[in-house]
């Protein structure tokens, strides 16, 4: 089936520092998302791509979807205590399996304050 | 406006025992979904729903069943818990249309089974 290959699977910066993650696929997607979990809660949506080479920003992040359909990255400017948590990508093929997103297996970040 | 709720939120078992775990959602969503979450597999589907009375297996769907009676339900059961069943379940949801733009999840129900 369809996988999703993301990296780093974690990093620990220091507060300040930037953070690039990304994700790659051996298929092509119509839709990227990325997500974030905090400690004790459920995935929540940052940011959402439809077009390829789209480029969006939500605040301190910005993400990117890959002109080949096959990847994204998502970039966290200026870090701070709070962007703590795990971030996952995830890629949808609206119209097939019911568009079921396929996720990465997260990137777990740290921010040493 | 609650939107996705899992209960219970922590449960212990034994090896063998049964039980279920409740997904309600109050956003009126056809599509109903339940993962699990293991260290490092991130997020793994197990079974899902398009809609009342439809359910269909997922990527992980074994030791496994679910049933939607209600739109607003999506039940997942544990016949006989094994402790390879000790994970953290994320029920999510969303509408036909809005497939694209995501899912909503709930917090979690934290599983172990000893």
């Known amino acids: 089936g369809q996988q999703l290959n993301q990296s780093p699977q974690s990093m620990f910066i220091q507060e300040g520092e930037d953070v690039s993650m990304n994700c790659t696929s051996s298929?092509?997607?119509?839709?990227w998302l990325w997500y974030k979990q905090e400690p004790g809660e459920g995935p929540v949506l940052l940011i959402a791509l439809y077009k390829a080479g789209e480029l969006t920003s939500n605040g301190r992040l910005t993400a990117q979807f890959g002109i080949t359909r096959k990847d994204s990255f998502l970039n966290i400017s200026a870090s701070i205590p709070s962007d703590v948590g795990i971030y996952f990508c995830a890629g949808q093929n609206y119209g097939g399996s019911q568009g079921n997103l396929i996720f990465g297996k997260g990137t777990k970040l740290s921010v040493k304050p | 406006n609650a939107g996705v709720t899992q209960t219970p939120k922590f449960r212990v078992l034994k090896t063998g025992q049964s039980m279920t775990l409740l997904c309600a959602q109050d956003m009126n969503h056809e599509y109903m979904y339940w993962y699990r979450q293991d260290p490092g597999m991130g997020l793994r589907l197990i079974h899902y729903s398009v809609g009342e009375g439809t359910t269909a297996k997922g990527e992980v769907p074994d030791g496994y069943n679910v049933s939607r009676l209600k739109k607003q339900n999506f039940l997942l059961g544990l016949e006989s818990a094994a402790p390879s069943q000790t994970s953290v379940y994320f029920c999510?949801?969303?509408?036909?249309?809005?497939?694209?733009?995501?899912?909503?999840f709930g917090s979690g129900t934290r599983l172990t089974v000893v």
């Open positions: 999510a949801s969303t509408t036909r249309q809005g497939a694209i733009y995501g899912y909503t």
């Open positions: 298929s092509i997607f119509n839709t």
